[in-house]
């Protein structure tokens, strides 16, 4: 037996032993993802218990160094940690953009302080993240951001808004680009900056969508004082100051990929599940099959778009892991991502029919097929819109000629 077939036996055994069968129901949906931070509570005991086991395991965040919180799982032991964990169809024990996005900019820019406090952090729940980059007037075009950071010597002052700010209103820190040279070029004079959102100054907006409930706030900064140290470690500004551009580059990488690793038509009624959700509300011919051609079709058609995507990820992450990296590849995961997910929730919205478009008294439930239809339309514009995520296709990984 290999190495990697050893690590697979072990693997297989442990999620047997510690995975709770609560745990193992494929559910992607936000609202019963384990997300941590100072406000967290666990929704069950078995949610609790994972959670507790993949700590133990280092298996929050498995590729992460040892001493950072993480297994030191090399990325090919990595693939195999996540094949058995989908084929037991388990949860992830802990999910959030500390673990996706910031933790991965910290391992590529930060300094050793700063990963120390801050990665341990995320492994273990701790602290919840959200991201400051969007502002109105700087979404698509983000390097045009204005929100203002002036040196005081022994800390930051911070003045500006964000808006689209995921989860901005139960987060404990944030990640911010701010401007600290309004006379450089505008991919210059811009810095990443790590702070507390309990800070004095900082304020919340909840953002309502029109599917009746939203992750997005706008965020408020009014004479946010930042310290430069923490101790006797400058630990606010992560890589160099006026050169945010290039930690922000990098994370963009790993939102794109993180969206666009999300398979699209998951969860409890994915394409190995359409079916029978189709054949429950729309019923079945006398040969078993479903009694509508059309719909046959779209689902079969679904099934396809989804193994064809997922074989796609497969493709691109043992690149990436092969050293090539994921690039600009990113955008084109995305995207697809994003057109599928919509396709999905249209395909779930058709079976559906019109039970599936009931408005009740109080609007729309949380959670519902129509809930989720709308606010995966929202897909075409989060993480960088359907637009940017093309052109940045066309030019960087087909590499076509301007028009």
């Known amino acids: ?26 559910d992607i949906t936000a609202e019963n993802q ?10 069950s005991d078995a949610q609790k218990r994972w959670f507790e086991a993949a700590l133990a395991k280092g298996y929050t965040v498995p590729t992460w160094p040892k001493e950072y919180g993480g297994a030191g799982l090399s990325a090919d032991e990595a693939k195999i940690l996540t094949e058995e964990r989908d084929r037991i169809n388990a949860r992830k024990p802990l999910s ?3 673990i996706s996005m910031l933790g991965p900019a910290l391992l590529a820019f930060g ?23 969007s502002e109105p007037g700087a979404g ?10 002036e040196d005081k010597g022994d800390h930051w002052l911070i003045n500006g808004q964000k808006i689209w700010t995921s989860n901005a209103d139960i987060s404990d820190w ?16 811009i810095t990443f900056i790590l702070m507390d959102m309990a800070s004095e100054g900082i304020s919340v907006k909840p953002i309502i969508l029109i599917s009746g409930h939203s992750p997005f706030c ?22 160099e100051v006026n050169r945010g551009w290039d930690v922000a580059k990098n994370l963009l990488v790993h939102e794109r990929g993180m969206l666009g690793t999300m398979s699209p038509l998951r969860g409890a009624t994915g394409p190995e599940n359409l079916g029978g959700y189709a054949a429950g509300e729309i019923g079945v011919d006398a040969t078993g099959r479903l009694d509508d051609p059309s719909l046959r079709q779209k689902i079969a058609q679904a099934e396809i778009d989804d193994w064809a995507y997922n074989l796609t990820v497969e493709r691109l992450n043992d690149e990436a892991n092969a050293g090539n990296g994921l690039g600009a590849k990113s955008s084109m995961l995305k995207y697809a991502a994003s057109e599928l997910t919509k396709k999905g929730s249209q395909l779930r919205m058709d079976i ?21 239809w709308l606010y995966n339309r929202a897909y075409s514009i989060l993480g960088g819109t359907t637009e940017v995520q093309l052109n940045i296709i066309s030019k960087r990984v087909l590499e076509l000629p301007s028009a």
């Open 96 to 98: 959030n953009f500390g």
């Open 1 to 26: 037996m290999s190495d990697l077939e050893q690590f697979r036996a072990e693997t297989r055994a442990w999620l047997a032993e510690n995975c709770p069968e609560e745990m193992r129901d494929g």
């Open 140 to 149: 698509s075009d983000l390097a045009s951001l204005k929100t203002k950071c």
């Open 174 to 189: 944030i990640f911010c680009l701010v401007r600290t040279d309004f006379d450089a070029p505008k991919h210059k004079g």
């Open 34 to 43: 384990c997300w941590g931070g100072r406000q967290w509570e666990f929704q």
């Open 218 to 239: 706008e965020t408020f900064f009014d004479d946010v004082k930042v310290p430069k140290a923490y101790g006797d470690d400058n630990l606010s500004v992560v890589g």
């Open 352 to 372: 559906g029919g019109t039970d599936a478009a009931t408005i009740g008294p109080d609007g729309i439930e949380y959670g519902s097929l129509a809930n989720t």
């Open 111 to 133: 300094t050793h302080e700063q990963k120390l406090m801050h990665l341990g952090a995320i492994a273990r729940g701790e602290i919840r993240w959200c991201q400051g980059y």
